[in-house]
T-cell receptor
Framework: NAGVTQTPKFRILKIGQSMTLQCTQD?????MYWYRQDPGMGLKLIYY???????DKGEVPNGYNVSRSTTEDFPLRLELAAPSQTSVYFC??????????FGPGTRLTVL | KQEVTQIPAALSVPEGENLVLNCSFT??????LQWFRQDPGKGLTSLLL?????REQTSGRLNASLDKSSGRSTLYIAASQPGDSATYLC??????????FGTGTSLTVIP
């Protein structure tokens, strides 16, 4: 099993550009999550999904969108990138009320 | 809103010492609490998960305890090794599938 995979590993965007961060898991987990990690701030939940077709907001959803068309994939969309979105983004998955497994992260810089 | 605090922010110990990392949270209505390890530039690796009905969990040299009434969890590492050097994060799972992370304790084990 590959676990949770994320692409790309690194990306530099200009202000106002858009991009999609990809996340795939092969553990047949219903629950998937997107976090951002800023230095000294801990991880913050952006969006989560409890199954295909079901998504909900986390603590910091503004500026992001998600979709969940399959169990395996949970892409995160950034529209109109801003410098405040410079961060490391992590995707995670879990079975209900069970431990989370994390991907390796995407390091995004917005200039 | 849940607040998760980890003190100290950094800890340095000589190899072979036993040590305790602390995690405190303000809202005791949690489903579970999970401990992670994060190496520099990497994703998070799950160490232990304690469900709200449990008092402790053990894995090898690691033991995690949970006291919901006092809003505290501890991670005990026995016979520390240089390979244990990393940042250790705790996260609570609260109602509504919301997760709250502490900012971590950076551990350095000196050979």
């Amino acid at each position: 099993n590959a676990g949770v995979t994320q692409t790309p590993k690194f990306r530099i965007l200009k202000i106002g550009q858009s991009m999609t961060l990809q996340c795939t898991q092969d553990m047949n987990h219903n629950y998937m999550y997107w976090y951002r990690q800023d230095p000294g701030m801990g991880l913050k939940l952006i969006y989560y999904s409890v199954g295909a077709g079901i998504t909900d907001k986390g603590e910091v959803p503004n500026g992001y969108n998600v979709s969940r068309s399959t169990t395996e994939d949970f892409p995160l969309r950034l529209e109109l990138a801003a410098p405040s979105q410079t961060s490391v983004y992590f995707c995670a998955s879990s079975a209900p009320i069970n431990e989370q497994f994390f991907g390796p992260g995407t390091r995004l810089t917005v200039l | 809103k849940q607040e998760v605090t980890q003190i100290p922010a950094a800890l340095s110990v000589p190899e072979g010492e036993n040590l305790v990392l602390n995690c405190s949270f303000t809202d005791s209505a949690i489903y579970n609490l999970q401990w992670f390890r994060q190496d520099p530039g990497k994703g998070l690796t799950s160490l232990l998960l304690i469900q709200s009905s449990q008092r402790e969990q053990t894995s090898g040299r690691l033991n995690a305890s949970l006291d919901k009434s006092s809003g505290r969890s501890t991670l005990y590492i026995a016979a520390s090794q240089p390979g244990d050097s990393a940042t250790y994060l705790c996260a609570s799972r609260n109602t509504g599938n919301q997760f709250y992370f502490g900012t971590g304790t950076s551990l350095t084990v000196i050979p």
